[in-house]
């Protein structure tokens, strides 16, 4: 049977819309400019491991998630204000200092550690709040930022420099900066005492920042795992957080609970997140389902985790217990995200489904921690909740922007018979220096007045791009279909980009023994000048030791493609000419390169492994490397005419 804290008093009760918009502000504006900081951190962070090695990648991301174990002593030195300051304000002026330097790899890892002090100094600015006050600023900071990101196309407005983007940033970075400076005016509320128990509440806070970054709050995730335009996705995103605001405030989220109940939760939210993210993952509409339902659990059990951190009466031991439990949240947030990043790129010994599932089981574990704790609870408000769900329609403004900002479409080919045809494995549109630049791959493409756009490497909602829908941004930039097909998971993959009529099109993966990232394909049938012109884009095995991984996979596209007419394949094949693996491709089929002998390097290392392949019915002119800055691959390009 659960109780209140015996030292609790009556007057501490928590109402069910707590006083202090400031508080509430800084709390929501905080949670949204760390979501950005650490979005705009992850390319840096493989950008990094590609540079200075894995080793010394880990250890610096390491000690760059471990900084909130630093507050209790920047307590000790500076007082509750200065933890306040050094974690929230630092985290402000970071976000302002990217929008005015670009991002860069020092300021990516100086966010991310100043952000992880700025998850303990939350607690401090959020003290005498209730649970349901911090959850309630909590989704409703994430839902502003993501309605924001919606109005980009999920571009974060970080990478860009325009007024609208200058705009957002000043918003955020103005509205945190009075409500971290009317928080400082109005003094520190009194910690209470704490327990071991009731400090470990504060991780909760961690758990459920991975889970909305990777999936609860990401569109394009909602969008490529459920296969939904992104319009429908935010909305779905929208829903979730307007039904969790609904639930916090009704009162029920706060109710007293089992910690049981609270760990069946957790499970519940583990298990259905797990099942829809990763390699081997549950697509279509019921990833629509658990986002809804997602959010409300999610948001119901940091209340409950949160509640005894919070309150302002207590006996117990020292106030730095908070801190520490906060700090070992944020660091949770690398032990869930991390991994996941890397295998998109990498090998892991499990499926890579168990990271979000852990993060739902630990947010389940850490409210039940701290169920039993706390004030008394107030009644229920069925009006309140209907006021706080139907507040979150405002954050439909973001589809709205996006919906009237759609760009003008390509000019039609001057040739309808003929075919411009570029490869690109973007490499997450990750440029040389870490930083994310679709404009610049969008600019790569419209130099070559491409027909048809084969990418590999391209990031719907995965970890590695920042979370952004690289394919469906490129498509509305360019004006161009987007034929989608996921490989290492449901947010990577590979793509078609074309001004041409699309007939029909498909894809798959190809089979894997191991959790070492999975390869796939996908195709489409054209209408050029008439006739039906099939292309394929695919991403082969990596690495020298690789060459028997490659054949088993050309051997399962060459048996998916049946030796069509009319037919084009292009790709990151990973083959040098004169491979074993191009020999499958060209001996004895109608196949032939179109670079006719021209083997010029396709990477600035110097090697030829990106290719474009076409049936005996095709001819090939005007091909060319074209060296950009913007991927560790080069695009290449083709004009392709019909033999008849």
């Given at each position: 049977?659960?109780?209140t804290?015996p030292?609790?008093?009556?007057?501490?009760?928590p109402?069910?819309v707590p006083?202090?918009p400031?508080?509430?502000?800084l709390i929501?504006v905080?949670?949204?400019?760390?979501a950005q900081?650490l979005?705009?951190?992850a390319?840096?962070f493989?950008?990094?491991?590609g540079s200075?090695?894995?080793?010394?990648?880990?250890?610096?991301?390491?000690?760059?998630f471990?900084?909130g174990?630093?507050a209790?002593?920047?307590r000790?030195?500076?007082?509750?204000?200065g933890?306040?300051?050094?974690?929230?304000?630092g985290?402000l002026?970071?976000r302002l200092?990217?929008?005015a330097l670009t991002?860069q790899?020092?300021?990516?890892?100086?966010?991310t550690?100043?952000?992880?002090?700025?998850v303990?100094a939350?607690y401090e600015?959020?003290r005498?709040?209730?649970?349901?006050?911090?959850?309630?600023?909590?989704?409703?900071?994430?839902?502003v930022?993501?309605a924001?990101?919606m109005?980009?196309?999920t571009w974060?407005?970080v990478?860009?420099?325009?007024?609208?983007e200058?705009?957002?940033?000043?918003?955020?970075?103005?509205?945190?900066a009075?409500?971290l400076a009317?928080e400082?005016?109005?003094?520190?509320?009194s910690a209470?005492?704490?327990?071991w128990?009731?400090?470990?509440?504060a991780?909760?806070?961690g758990?459920?920042?991975?889970l909305?970054?990777l999936v609860?709050?990401?569109?394009?995730?909602?969008?490529?795992s459920g296969?939904?335009?992104?319009?429908?996705?935010?909305?779905?995103v929208?829903?979730g957080?307007?039904?969790?605001l609904?639930?916090?405030?009704?009162?029920?989220?706060v109710?007293?609970?089992p910690?049981g109940v609270?760990?069946?939760?957790g499970?519940?939210?583990?298990?259905?997140?797990?099942?829809?993210?990763?390699a081997?993952a549950?697509?279509g509409?019921?990833v629509?389902?658990?986002?809804v339902?997602?959010?409300?659990?999610?948001?119901?059990?940091l209340?409950?985790a949160?509640r005894a951190?919070?309150?302002?009466a207590?006996?117990?031991?020292?106030?730095?217990?908070i801190?520490?439990?906060?700090?070992?949240g944020?660091?949770?947030?690398?032990?869930?995200?991390l991994?996941y990043?890397?295998s998109?790129?990498?090998?892991?010994p499990?499926?890579?489904n168990?990271l979000?599932?852990?993060?739902?089981?630990l947010?389940?574990?850490?409210a039940?921690i701290?169920a039993?704790r706390?004030g008394p609870?107030?009644?229920?408000?069925p009006?309140?909740?209907?006021?706080?769900?139907?507040a979150a329609l405002?954050?439909?403004?973001?589809?709205?922007?996006?919906?009237?900002?759609r760009?003008?479409?390509?000019a039609?080919?001057?040739?309808p018979r003929?075919?411009r045809?570029?490869t690109?494995?973007?490499?997450?549109?990750?440029?040389?220096?870490?930083g994310l630049?679709?404009q610049?791959?969008?600019?790569a493409i419209?130099?070559?007045r491409?027909?048809?756009?084969?990418l590999?490497?391209?990031g719907?909602?995965?970890?590695?791009s920042?979370t952004?829908?690289?394919?469906?941004w490129?498509?509305?930039?360019?004006?161009?279909h987007?034929?989608?097909?996921?490989a290492?998971d449901?947010?990577?993959?590979?793509?078609?980009l074309?001004?041409r009529?699309?007939?029909?099109s498909g894809?798959?993966?190809?089979p894997?023994?191991?959790?070492?990232?999975?390869?796939?394909?996908?195709?489409?049938r054209?209408?050029v000048?008439?006739?039906p012109?099939?292309v394929?884009?695919?991403?082969?095995d990596?690495?020298?030791?690789?060459s028997?991984?490659?054949?088993?996979?050309?051997?399962v596209?060459l048996?998916?493609?049946?030796?069509?007419?009319r037919?084009?394949f292009?790709?990151?094949?990973?083959?040098?000419?004169d491979?074993?693996?191009m020999?499958?491709?060209?001996?004895g089929?109608?196949?032939r390169?179109?670079a006719l002998g021209?083997y010029?390097a396709?990477?600035?290392?110097?090697?030829?492994?990106?290719?474009?392949l076409g049936?005996?019915?095709l001819?090939?002119?005007?091909?060319?490397v074209?060296?950009?800055p913007v991927s560790?691959?080069?695009?290449v390009?083709v004009?392709?005419r019909?033999?008849?």
């Open positions: 049977m659960t109780t804290h030292a609790t008093r009556a007057e501490d009760a109402s069910i006083q202090g400031a508080r509430l502000a929501a905080t949670i949204g400019v760390l900081i979005r705009m951190a390319p840096y493989d950008h990094l491991a200075a090695g894995n080793a010394v990648a880990a250890l610096v991301v390491l000690a760059v471990l900084a174990f630093a209790p002593a920047i000790a030195a500076a007082g509750p204000n933890l306040l300051v050094a974690g929230a304000g985290l002026l970071v200092l990217a929008q991002p790899m020092w300021l990516a890892l100086l966010g550690a100043i952000g992880m002090i700025a303990v939350l600015a959020a005498g709040l209730s649970g349901v006050g911090f959850a309630t600023a909590t989704v409703a900071g994430l839902g930022d993501t924001v990101r109005a980009f196309g974060d407005p990478w860009r420099t325009g007024v609208a200058w705009a957002v940033c000043l918003l955020f970075v103005g509205v945190g009075a409500a009317r400082l005016s109005s003094g520190p509320v209470p005492g704490i327990s128990r009731d400090g470990m509440g991780a909760a806070l758990p459920f920042l991975a909305q970054i609860l709050s990401s569109p394009a995730f909602v969008a490529s296969w939904q335009s992104l319009v429908v996705a935010h909305v779905a929208v829903a957080q307007g039904l969790a609904a639930f916090l405030a009704s009162g029920l989220a109710r007293a609970v910690g609270c760990v069946l939760g499970t519940v939210l583990g298990v259905a997140a797990g099942a829809v993210a990763g081997y549950v697509s509409a019921v629509v389902g658990v986002v339902l997602g959010q409300v659990l999610a948001a119901w059990l209340a409950v949160c951190p919070l309150r302002r207590g006996d117990g031991g020292p106030v730095w217990r801190d520490v439990g906060a700090a070992l944020g660091f949770l947030i690398a032990v869930v995200l991994p990043q890397l998109a790129v990498g090998v892991l499990f499926p890579n168990v979000p599932g852990v993060a739902g089981i947010l389940g574990g850490l039940a701290a039993a706390g609870l107030p009644a229920r408000a009006l309140r909740a209907l006021a706080g769900g139907a405002v954050l439909l403004a973001g589809t709205l922007a996006f919906a009237l900002t760009p003008e479409a390509n039609p080919a001057d040739d003929a075919l045809v570029m690109f494995n973007i490499h997450h549109a990750i440029d040389g220096g870490g630049d679709l610049a791959v969008a600019d419209r130099a070559q491409a027909d048809v756009v084969l590999q490497e391209v719907r909602g995965a970890v590695l920042g952004t829908d690289i394919g469906v490129l498509s509305r930039e360019l004006g161009m987007l034929i989608w097909g996921p290492a449901g947010q990577f993959g590979n793509a078609i074309t001004s009529t699309v007939l029909q894809g798959d993966r190809m894997k023994g191991d959790w070492s990232q999975i390869r796939g394909y996908v195709w489409a054209l209408d000048g008439g006739k012109v099939y394929w884009s695919t991403h082969l990596g690495g020298a030791d690789r028997q991984a490659r054949q088993r996979e050309i051997a596209l048996s998916a493609w049946g030796g069509a007419p037919t084009i292009g790709g990151d094949f990973n083959s040098e000419p491979s074993p693996e020999d499958m491709f060209l001996d089929r109608p196949l390169a179109s021209d010029r396709t990477t600035p290392e110097g090697k030829k492994v990106d290719w474009i049936t005996d019915d001819v090939f002119s005007d091909y060319g074209h060296p950009v560790d691959h080069y695009p390009a004009t392709v019909l033999d008849d």
